[in-house]
């Protein structure tokens, strides 16, 4: 039947990246003699006071989630006792260091993937990897830069980093001036060795995280040294994570929690864009993997709906392909419409491919080229067709008659050429294409 598939970008359980918000305000400490002890609150004045104009720091975060639903989800979830099988517990490592007021690089690591980002303003790089010898040999995917007011988040404040499932936006890394911020009915909770503990209750953000929902306060402890250094923070919240009706999952609490060190206040650092010959501009189009496949010679069509575009190309090694043997698949989709607008074609070697009709399929011709096409209980199409030594199958919502003018003329696959536009085709699903 068809073979549409949906392909969700992995999707790292961990933790927020970080950065460091900017203010011009100085806060003093109030000490009625030189003898009384600083207050809970003149000491987070303080270290808010340090924060600001130190303008750099360095960091290392160390992150736990533990989530409340009904299954494991991912390779590198530990799994609880029987009695407690609807827990879930993913740990994740963050290193970065900051900027002021916006410039940020962090490296998180959870579940067996690194994933490295770069902000500088309000533009947003990021890549991701195994290792980090791949790591460092990736390049950069450019996003967030929308041309709004508003960091490549969407929140406004510059932020630089990635939000993973259980990671609220109020825990960055490193963003001391916000948890300070947030901080209510602080108290000292120890002093030993030149240094101060104050816990203090964290305030509920007036809107909470895409996807997530506060269920309680949470809480935060900072450790300061003499001056008002803040050496360490320790992030506790529970959290109520969204479900996805599409995909059938259930909402789920998380506890979440981010223990984090500081280090090199008011060091100086460079961050920069990275180059351009360091960024790629088309991540979803494996230009160099397509470069390499020999196999048959790759097509494309000459002209595609209107207004569609190229979404995505690669190279489908043989072990996750339909064909015994590596095959190149090539995306074209409406960017309008989230639902509808799709054809996927899927090209392999004469050799490889089962040319054999499925029971139920109908004689399809587009142009010279002959094959069969079947349709599901939805109307969505699957055809298959061969020209010369390749086999090209095409899974699409467009209708027989349309996918009929699409196929009928085919030229070598060039991914820097747009196809033409074509106008009046039709959809198998009763939508306009």
């Given at each position: 039947?068809?073979?549409?598939?949906t392909r969700?970008?992995?999707?790292l359980?961990?933790?927020a990246a970080?950065v460091l918000l900017?203010?011009s305000?100085?806060v003093?400490?109030v000490r009625?003699t030189?003898?009384?002890?600083a207050t809970?609150?003149?000491?987070?004045?303080?270290?808010r006071r340090?924060?600001?104009?130190s303008?750099?720091?360095?960091?290392?975060?160390?992150?736990?989630?533990?989530s409340?639903?009904?299954e494991v989800?991912?390779?590198e979830?530990e799994?609880?006792p029987p009695?407690?099988a609807?827990t879930v517990?993913n740990?994740?490592v963050?290193e970065?260091?900051?900027?002021?007021?916006?410039?940020t690089?962090t490296?998180?690591?959870?579940g067996?993937?690194?994933?490295?980002t770069?902000?500088v303003?309000?533009?947003?790089w990021?890549?991701?990897?195994?290792s980090?010898?791949?790591?460092?040999?990736?390049?950069?995917?450019?996003?967030?830069?929308?041309?709004s007011?508003?960091?490549?988040?969407g929140?406004?404040?510059?932020?630089?980093?990635?939000?993973?499932p259980g990671?609220?936006e109020?825990?960055?890394?490193?963003?001391?001036i916000?948890?300070?911020?947030?901080?209510?009915?602080?108290?000292?909770?120890?002093?030993?060795?030149?240094?101060?503990?104050?816990?203090?209750?964290?305030v509920?953000?007036?809107?909470?995280?895409?996807?997530f929902?506060?269920v309680?306060?949470?809480?935060a402890?900072?450790?300061l040294?003499d001056?008002?250094?803040p050496?360490r923070?320790?992030?506790n919240q529970?959290?109520?994570?969204d479900?996805?009706?599409?995909?059938d999952?259930?909402?789920?609490?998380?506890?979440?929690r981010?223990?984090?060190?500081?280090?090199g206040?008011?060091?100086p650092?460079?961050?920069?864009?990275?180059?351009?010959a360091d960024?790629d501009?088309?991540?979803?189009?494996?230009?160099?993997?397509?470069a390499?496949f020999?196999?048959?010679?790759?097509?494309q069509?000459?002209?595609?709906?209107?207004?569609?575009v190229l979404g995505y190309?690669?190279?489908?090694?043989?072990?996750?392909?339909?064909?015994?043997?590596?095959?190149?698949?090539?995306?074209?989709t409406?960017?309008?419409d989230?639902?509808?607008g799709?054809?996927?074609?899927?090209?392999?070697?004469?050799d490889?491919?089962?040319r054999?009709?499925p029971?139920?399929?109908q004689?399809f011709?587009?142009?010279?080229?002959?094959?069969?096409?079947?349709?599901?209980?939805?109307g969505?199409?699957?055809?298959?067709?061969?020209?010369g030594?390749?086999?090209?199958?095409?899974d699409?919502?467009?209708?027989?008659?349309?996918?009929r003018?699409?196929l009928?003329?085919l030229?070598p696959l060039?991914?820097?050429?747009?196809p033409d536009?074509?106008?009046?085709l039709?959809?198998s699903?009763?939508?306009?294409?």
């Open positions: 039947m068809t073979k549409r598939r969700l970008i992995p999707v359980v961990g933790a970080l900017a203010s305000t100085s003093a400490v009625a030189r003898d009384e002890p809970a609150e003149a000491l987070l004045a303080e270290a340090f924060a600001v104009e303008r750099t720091v360095s960091f290392r975060a160390e992150t736990r989630q533990e409340n639903f009904g989800f991912g390779e979830a799994e609880v009695e407690e609807t517990v740990r994740g963050i970065g260091i900051a900027v002021d007021p916006d410039r690089r490296v998180t690591r959870s067996g993937f690194l994933f490295e770069l902000s303003g309000d533009e947003l990021t890549r991701f990897a195994e980090d010898d791949e790591l460092a040999d990736r390049k950069w995917t450019a996003s967030g830069a929308d041309g007011e508003e960091g490549p988040s929140r406004g404040d510059g932020f630089g980093g990635f939000q993973g990671a609220p109020d825990a960055d890394a490193g963003n001391v916000r948890l300070i911020d947030r901080a209510v009915a602080p108290t000292i909770v120890a002093r030993a060795d030149g240094e101060t503990v104050v816990r203090a209750d964290l509920p953000r007036a809107e909470a995280p895409t996807g929902k506060e309680n306060r949470g809480s402890e900072f450790t040294a001056g008002g250094r050496v923070t320790v992030v529970i959290l109520e994570i479900g996805s009706e599409e995909f999952i259930p909402g789920f609490t998380v506890d979440y981010l223990d984090q060190t500081y280090s206040w008011g060091e650092v460079s961050l920069e864009a990275p180059a351009e960024v501009r088309t991540p979803s189009v494996e230009e160099e993997a397509i390499e020999t196999d048959a010679p790759l097509l069509p000459k002209g595609i709906p209107e207004g569609w190309a690669d190279v489908i090694p043989d072990e996750f392909g339909d064909t015994g043997c590596d095959e190149v698949e090539i995306e074209y409406d960017p309008d989230e639902d509808y799709y054809l996927y074609l899927y090209e392999s070697s004469i490889c491919a089962d054999e009709a029971p139920g399929s004689p011709t587009a142009g010279p080229n002959r094959g069969w096409v079947e349709s599901d209980d939805d969505y199409l699957y055809a298959q067709i061969v020209v030594r390749t086999v090209i199958g095409a699409t919502d467009l209708s027989v008659a349309s996918l003018r699409v009928s003329q030229e060039d991914l820097s050429r747009e536009p074509i106008t009046g039709t959809s699903v009763g939508t306009p294409a």
